[in-house]
């Protein structure tokens, strides 16, 4: 165990007392969602992929806390000097130095970051809170573990868990300098948005990359996000060992995200044992790299048997492993659909009957919204993409359905009901 001065020494590289707290660009949407969760005795929970923006988050919400730093114990775990053995006692320890150096009886705002990496923190939680040794507790994590299973019966009622995802299209505007407001605004900037949009099919909306203006630095970036997502959030914790056959299999999923496959498909394509690709798949959404799209059918057993699709969370590390982004920039928009509509928090299924549907968007336990993606209609296309939507609108008695192109816009009727054309860019904005 770290001595208690090495754990101050830490601590004071990490924190901002008697400094000025890191100005960060607001995210709003999550700033507010944060105020709102501002309640005695609740954990409040942001996970998500790595780099997505959850520590930035940290320093929004202690700038909105606290006047004084002093009040603030921010712990960042993914710090090597911790150690290799992460537990309870390192939190005491740290709390302990941080009353005895800084802040002995005034108020305390604990923030821990990338906590599911301390076995056992959601008890010490617990017990810190029915000790009133902190005043609110905030946790990070990239893992979809953080509040499942053993973690969410030990705090059960005690969390509040916000989802972060990258940024939004709106964002990585904001990010780049254009503040998109009233209708009249976008008009106006439409050029420069549309520049915008290539970049952010292209490049993702990681919050550092967007900000990075220089190309190779942006594909470095990337790079390194997913290496550190496959060694930290896959190989160390589920303990893998062959490193290249995990490395094939997120490959094989960033090359063909969007297509319908399924579990034994893909292990005949990598020639990789049936449970080994079915384990791999499982860590990779518990470390929110990819997120699965079943089949809609009113048979659960018939859905779950089905093929399904995954989507990875991020344009920029599908493009990573993309030979060419105009050979891949239909199922960039494909993508950046999928990760706009499951940030709403609404269940998602693809409608598969004599044609397919990309999207059907679930309003309670009905079909509220049928979506389709594609690069642009043309007449090689308009039959299938068209007739696939109105299958699916005259399957779930929907009047209205969507199809989101990269450029064109158009209303029309077929088949009795009402079918709008509209362009990527104005539909991620609306």
Known sequence: MLSAEKIYEILLDWNFWGKEFKTVIPRDSYRNRLSV????????????IRRCGKTSLFYEEMADLAKDPKNILYINFEDDRFGAERSPELIRSALEAYRQHVNPEGECYLFLDEVQTVEGWERWARTAYDLAQVN????????????????????????????????????????NGLNIGSPASILNAKVRILELLDAYLKWGGFPEAALEEND??????????LDTIIYKDIVARHEIRNVKKIKNVVRYFLSNDTLKTNVN???????????????????????????????????????????????????????????????????????????????????????????????????????????????????KNREREVGGLLEAMKEFGLQEGF????????????????IFVIPLWKWLLQ
């Open 37 to 48: 969760f501002r309640v005695p005795n609740k954990i409040i929970a942001l996970s998500g």
């Open 403 to 418: 199809i989101i192109t990269y450029g064109q816009e158009e209303s029309f009727s077929a088949g009795g009901k009402n």
């Open 216 to 225: 190779m630095r942006r594909k470095e970036l990337l790079s390194s996000y």
């Open 136 to 175: 609110r507790i905030y946790v990070t994590g990239s893992s979809s573990q953080l509040l499942s299973g053993d973690f969410a019966s030990s705090i059960s009622g005690r969390y509040l868990g916000i989802d972060v995802f990258p940024l939004t299209f709106r964002e990585f505007l904001l990010f």
């Open 265 to 379: 498909s893909a292990s005949k394509s990598l020639r990789i044992n049936y449970r080994t690709v079915g384990d791999y798949i499982s860590y990779m959404k518990e470390a929110y790299l990819i997120e699965e799209l079943n089949r809609y059918d009113y048979s659960l057993k018939k859905q779950l048997a089905s093929d399904c699709k995954y989507y990875c969370t991020d344009a920029g590390l599908v493009n990573l492993a993309a030979f060419s982004f105009s050979e891949q920039k239909g199922r960039l928009l494909e993508n950046a659909v999928f990760n706009h509509l499951h940030r709403s928090g609404e269940s998602l299924f693809f409608f598969s009957g004599k044609n397919e549907c990309d999207f059907l968007v679930m309003k309670g336990n009905k079909v509220g919204t049928a979506v389709q993606a594609c690069w642009e209609i043309d007449g």
